[in-house]
Structure formats: structure tokens, C-alpha cells
Nanobody
Framework: QVHLVESGGGLAQSGGSLRLSCVSSGLIFGDYAMSWYRQAPGKERELVAAISSFGGSTNYAHSVKGRFTIFRDNNINTLYLQMNSLNNEDTAVYYC?????????????????WGQGTQVTVSS
């Protein structure tokens, strides 16, 4: 059974930083591209960042480019999202997902594996 467990969310001030983690089990972590999505109240879930299976390629939503960094450690089956220069619009529940990634087009395709989410709240 696949489990993705996110952690690291919380309350941050505008301009501050947080680091999210997602630990996986029940799948061969290095076989999957991974991603972070987020969903704010009243909005659809959106892709924030994606990373290829070995970390050689990444892709970011325009709204977070230059502020967020996605990376992974395949030795400990863990995905990360370093979030800097946070602003109010980053407030959302953040989810990790295991899926697939086209290295050439840098398009990410989510599979059915989702974590339970971690809340990030940014206050001004």
C-alpha cells in the first residue's frame, strides 16, 4: 500500500520560509517523478513544482519560480519543497503526488498517489 506523508507546514510571516517534506513508502521511489500541488480555499488544486525521477529536471508554476525549490533524496524516499519569500497567496494545503514526467517537454502527469496534505498559512 502506497503512503505519502507530508510535513513541515505551519504558520509563516510574509517574506519568511518553510520547508515541506514528503516521505513515501510502498512504492519504488526512484521509479516515480514527484510533485507538489496546492489548494487554497475556494480554488482548484494547482501544480506548484515537479521533479523527474532522478532529480535531473524540474518545472515550476510561474507564481513560485525563483522562490520555491523542489528537490528529492532517493536514498531516504523523501521529497522536499523549500519555500522562500512567502506571501499571502501561498496560503494553501500542500500535497505531494507520485506520477510521471516527460523529460523533454517537462510536463508532469499525476498518478493516483496523494498525501493527506499539510497546511501552510502565511500572515502579513
Amino acid at each position: 500500500q502506497v503512503h505519502l506523508v507530508e510535513s513541515g507546514g505551519g504558520l509563516a510571516q510574509s517574506g519568511g520560509s518553510l520547508r515541506l517534506s514528503c516521505v513515501s513508502s510502498g512504492l519504488i521511489f526512484g521509479d516515480y517523478a514527484m510533485s507538489w500541488y496546492r489548494q487554497a480555499p475556494g480554488k482548484e488544486r494547482e501544480l506548484v513544482a515537479a521533479i523527474s525521477s532522478f532529480g535531473g529536471s524540474t518545472n515550476y508554476a510561474h507564481s513560485v519560480k525563483g522562490r520555491f525549490t523542489i528537490f528529492r533524496d532517493n536514498n531516504i524516499n523523501t521529497l522536499y519543497l523549500q519555500m522562500n519569500s512567502l506571501n499571502n497567496e501561498d496560503t494553501a494545503v500542500y500535497y505531494c503526488n507520485a506520477g510521471s514526467y516527460n523529460f523533454f517537454t517537462r510536463v508532469y502527469y499525476p498518478d493516483a498517489y496523494w498525501g493527506q496534505g499539510t497546511q501552510v498559512t502565511v500572515s502579513s
